[in-house]
């Protein structure tokens, strides 16, 4: 009678996987997984696309950009959303991954509202946050002192920040936060604080954005790289995307998506760049170098 | 099996032959053509007692299957920092200069193992005295409406989502940390405040059931004895009922130290050995929730945040095993 036990058992554990896998039909079924500074425009041009093509499933997770990196490195999703190169991150072959940039996002330095400063310049900016100057009286604002406040350590917000900003010096060991959000919250209630969040949430009055050298953090200075923080957002696909994937991303790279999404969501569209910039931050000029005289 | 069939028809023949048992009559048909086969086949019952036996052995198996991968996996992960990146036990575990993707020279956790028992303790040592407090309330003087209003506040206060408690000790106690004791607020003191609410219901609902294991009997030999109300709290209830009281304090130990999410929001995140109660810090699960999806699989930062959760997994097989063996005692 024993044999007879076992004998339901395997059947059932054979059984119990091959109908679960059998209830799974696949119909054109995109994920797509990464940074989370770009879900809420993916999701938003997935819903609609979804509307558009009701044959089509996309599926958006955000879990940051290293994870929408390794995962479609290893293949487990079609598209990986990331803020940074894929060639900056150790452990990724981009080789391998073909990059369709989609949007992009300005970065702007904040602090508290009661600092008494709304300018600074490169240099000051790269002294505060590598430690060196540590009073706002320093740099023309009230004797308070300076509360840094960065972000994740290899979040892409900060690797962009960094390269950028501090030009391969070591920000100071400092706090460290994880959201947009999070960082906005406490630098508008914690007194000398300063930080640098995505356009996106710098939209309110609680706190103060700083201008770089003068240059005012706003959208069509980034068009020229006047306004040099900003950041791309990169779907990365192993190799050539396949047939749905590819329309897709065609679909997010299309006018309806780029001048009215994009936009209302905060990011600027990829067709409007006037410069182009690559892993190694240089910048090109886009277009016939006469016209852009 | 054949042979006890055997055995079996000629038992039945006999019987049949010799008539003893009149009763035995198959569908009035000639008594010799009683079918053996049918009458040693399983009944209805015993599949189903089988079926049931099938299905309990395969969830216990799936479970143990479950539990073996997931310490497989993080452990693959967390030695991988060893083994393959060649990183120092005694520098992991004592250095606190955290800074992997510098290089296996920069992969120390003391900081956060410190922060991470600082606020796991501190919780406790504050929750404690309140939920023996209240759970002596709820067993030893009210047993009526109010006690169970106190049970459903206690409960009321489990279900809430750890992001609100992170929201609110962001808005309300980072504020009024550094109104006081200056600084910017954030740090030990913060998050071990946010715990000491977060594990007060598991605690106290622990501590409830302790003094109600305590036998009725004892508390009125006390009471025959002369003793006053709370003679006999302190001399019988709390003694006979100490180590379950310990196993609750396990217990809300064991939830303080694995929780992330509202700590991350009002430690202040900045890996540092902590001077004092109110300078910012990390802790272990902190660390772990803000970096996971920024670093790369397989390479060293995402490999040390693994051995931070080998750590964390290490820690509560630790506090599951004081548990066990404060029980054992009793």
């Known amino acids: 009678m024993r044999k007879n036990n076992l004998g339901s058992l395997l059947t059932l554990i054979l059984f119990v996987p091959l109908l679960l896998v059998g209830c799974s039909k696949d119909q054109a079924k995109i994920t797509v997984v990464g940074a989370s500074s770009v879900q809420p425009l993916v999701e938003q041009a997935g819903n609609d696309y979804h509307l558009a093509h009701l044959s089509s499933n996309i599926v958006v997770q955000g879990g940051g950009s290293g994870t929408g990196l390794s995962q479609v490195q290893a293949g487990a999703v079609e598209i990986g959303t990331a803020d940074v190169f894929a060639e900056t991150q150790p452990g990724i072959n981009a080789r391998k991954l073909v990059d369709h940039q989609i949007a992009v996002v300005g970065i702007v330095p904040i602090a508290n509202k009661d600092v008494g400063v709304s300018n600074l310049s490169a240099k000051n900016l790269m002294r505060i946050f590598t430690g060196k100057i540590t009073n706002w009286r320093q740099v023309g604002g009230k004797n308070l002192p300076i509360i840094v406040i960065n972000r994740s350590r290899g979040s892409g917000t900060r690797t962009i920040f960094e390269d950028l900003i501090l030009q391969g010096k070591e920000a100071i060991n400092s706090q460290e936060q994880d959201s947009n959000g999070t960082v906005k919250k406490i630098v508008s209630s914690t007194p000398g604080t300063i930080s640098y969040i995505s356009f996106p949430y710098a939209n309110d009055s609680h706190i103060q954005k700083l201008s770089i050298n003068q240059v005012k953090p706003v959208n069509h200075n980034i068009l020229t790289n006047k306004w040099p923080l900003w950041a791309y957002e990169h779907m990365y696909t192993k190799g050539k995307p396949s047939k749905s994937t590819a329309a897709f991303i065609d679909y997010v790279l299309s006018e309806k998506v780029q001048k009215n999404l994009v936009p209302k969501t905060g990011y600027l569209s990829i067709h409007e760049m006037k410069v182009s910039r690559d892993s190694k931050n240089k910048i090109t000029k886009i277009g016939d170098p006469h016209e852009q005289k | ?330």
Do not use: C
């Open chain 2, 1 to 330: 099996m054949s042979k006890n069939k055997q055995d079996l028809q000629e038992v039945v023949e006999q019987a049949i032959a010799e008539q003893k048992v009149p009763h035995v009559k198959f569908k009035k048909t000639a008594p010799q053509n009683v079918d053996v086969a049918k009458l040693t086949k399983a009944s209805k019952e015993t599949r189903q007692e089988r079926w049931g036996k099938g299905l309990t052995f395969l969830a216990i198996i799936l479970i143990g299957i479950l539990i073996i991968a997931i310490i497989g996996f993080v452990g693959m992960h967390g030695l991988a920092t060893f083994t393959s990146d060649k990183v120092n036990i005694g520098h992991f575990l004592f250095s606190s200069e955290w800074n992997p993707s510098a290089g296996s020279s920069h992969v120390g956790a003391g900081a956060m193992i410190v922060t991470s028992f600082a606020v796991t303790l501190l919780a406790a040592l504050i929750a404690t005295p309140f939920a023996i407090a209240v759970a002596l309330f709820m067993t030893e003087f009210e047993l009526g409406k109010r006690s169970s209003l106190l049970q459903s506040v206690m409960e009321l206060l489990v279900g809430i989502p750890s992001v609100v408690y992170g929201f609110l000790g962001l808005t309300v106690v980072v504020p009024a940390i550094r109104t006081i004791f200056g600084g910017t607020g954030f740090g030990i003191l913060a998050a071990t405040l946010i715990l000491f609410v977060m594990v007060l219901p598991t605690i106290t609902s622990l501590t409830v059931d302790a003094f109600k294991a305590v036998p009725k009997e004892l508390r009125k030999s006390s009471a025959a004895l002369g003793a006053t109300r709370w003679q006999t709290i302190y001399h019988v209830v709390l003694r006979a009922a100490r180590s379950r009281i310990l196993t609750a304090i396990i217990f809300g130990m064991a939830r303080a130290f694995g929780e992330a999410l509202a700590v991350q929001m009002v430690i202040g995140n900045a890996v540092l050995m902590p001077a004092n109660l109110v300078s910012p810090s990390a802790t272990l699960t902190s660390q772990l929730t803000s970096q996971m999806g920024n670093t790369v699989m397989g390479t060293l930062p995402n490999n040390a945040l693994w051995s931070l959760a080998l750590l964390l997994l290490a820690m509560s097989l630790f506090f599951n095993f004081l548990v066990r063996l404060i029980g054992k005692r009793s």
